[in-house]
Structure formats: C-alpha cells, structure tokens
C-alpha cells in the first residue's frame, strides 16, 4: 500500500481507562503502511447542542473538530455500546457535525468500531450508530464489523492496548479494508 492515507479516530467514550479508548490507541500500531492515524481530543468538552447556541456561532471544539476530519482521508468511530445504543456525548458530537457547513462526514469513508465486557461488543450500538450516518452522508464501511467482546480478557491496563492477537489481527483487516474504501472514494 504506497498511497498516503490521513485517518482521524473519534472516541465515543469519555472515561480515562475505557475499553474503547484502549482500541483506539491500539489502532497506529496496527496501520498498514501509507496510513498515518491520529486519534482526535476528547468530545466531551463539546457544548449540548443547542440551536440557540449554534445562532450565537459554532464552538470552537465543534469547528475544530469539524476542520480535523473534513481534511481526513476517512474516519474510525470507536464507541461503547450504553443501553443498547451510543453514549449520549458520541451522538452530541454528531449532532453538532450535522450542522456544520460543508458537512464534514458527507462522502467521507467510516469504519466503525466498537469494545464491551460482554459477548456482542456492542452490536446495537454499531446499528444505531449506522441509522445516525445515513443523515450525514457517510460511506459506512460494511465489513470487517469490528465489535470486541470480553474486550477485557484482550487489553492491557498497563500499556492501554489490545494485546490478543486474533483481535489485532481482524482489526488490522478492517483498516485495510477502510483504505480500499477511500481508494474507490477518491
């Protein structure tokens, strides 16, 4: 893989020591070469979207985060799964996203990805996660589906990453899969 490929993360999560977190960080390790991969600041400084808000003008987190991923060659979702959806700051952050001019997810190409202590890895969340992008535009990569069950068993608090093996391998799959994606975007 010679092309160059900018691939932003956003963490749905916003605990320190979260599962997901820990995906997300082990994701530069597992590029293929060409791909570079920077997870983006937390979404949790970002405001409750509020159209009176968004009249007095966009927060400079939104704008900012709007402006990482519009310049992104595609983006990676990781998110946990709350109540058999995604975690209320995730879908903030989306809905600001959707206001944006020039709205940054339209034709982007997405992967999704998502770590549980139980055995669906959160599944419902991924689904719900979908219906939400279909508004915005982007191009959801349908498969590999990445969901991580006892997502304990394969993380390391010490160094905050996937160490099992099988996991690293498929996760590594989907980001090629994501650049395969972007090569049929561009």
């Given at each position: 893989?010679?092309?160059?490929?900018?691939?932003?993360?956003?963490?749905?999560?916003?605990?320190?020591?979260?599962?997901?977190?820990?995906?997300?960080?082990?994701?530069?390790?597992?590029?293929?070469?060409?791909?570079a991969i920077t997870l983006?600041?937390?979404?949790?400084?970002?405001?409750?979207?509020?159209?009176?808000?968004?009249?007095?003008?966009?927060?400079?987190?939104?704008?900012?985060?709007?402006?990482?991923?519009?310049?992104?060659?595609?983006?990676?979702?990781?998110?946990?799964?709350?109540?058999?959806?995604?975690?209320?700051?995730?879908?903030?952050?989306?809905?600001?996203?959707?206001?944006?001019?020039?709205?940054?997810?339209?034709?982007?190409?997405?992967?999704?990805?998502?770590?549980?202590?139980?055995?669906?890895?959160?599944?419902?969340?991924?689904?719900?996660?979908?219906?939400?992008?279909?508004?915005?535009?982007?191009?959801?990569?349908?498969?590999?589906?990445?969901?991580?069950?006892?997502?304990?068993?394969?993380?390391?608090?010490?160094?905050?990453k996937v160490f099992?093996?099988?996991?690293?391998?498929?996760?590594?799959?989907?980001?090629?899969?994501?650049?395969?994606?972007?090569?049929?975007?561009?």
């Amino acid at each position: 893989m010679e092309k160059k490929y900018e691939i932003v993360v956003l963490i749905g999560s916003l605990r320190r020591g979260s599962f997901n977190r820990m995906l997300a960080n082990t994701l530069p390790d597992l590029a293929p070469e060409g791909m570079a991969i920077t997870l983006l600041p937390s979404i949790g400084a970002i405001p409750h979207y509020n159209s009176d808000t968004q009249e007095a003008g966009f927060p400079q987190e939104v704008l900012s985060l709007s402006s990482a991923i519009k310049k992104a060659d595609g983006v990676v979702i990781v998110t946990p799964e709350y109540n058999y959806s995604i975690p209320g700051a995730l879908k903030n952050a989306i809905d600001w996203l959707s206001r944006v001019p020039d709205a940054p997810l339209a034709g982007k190409a997405l992967a999704i990805q998502s770590a549980s202590m139980g055995v669906f890895g959160g599944a419902r969340a991924q689904y719900h996660l979908r219906q939400t992008l279909v508004c915005l535009d982007a191009i959801v990569l349908n498969k590999p589906e990445i969901m991580v069950g006892t997502v304990q068993s394969k993380v390391s608090p010490d160094t905050g990453k996937v160490f099992d093996a099988d996991t690293r391998a498929f996760v590594g799959k989907q980001l090629v899969a994501l650049a395969l994606l972007i090569d049929k975007l561009r």
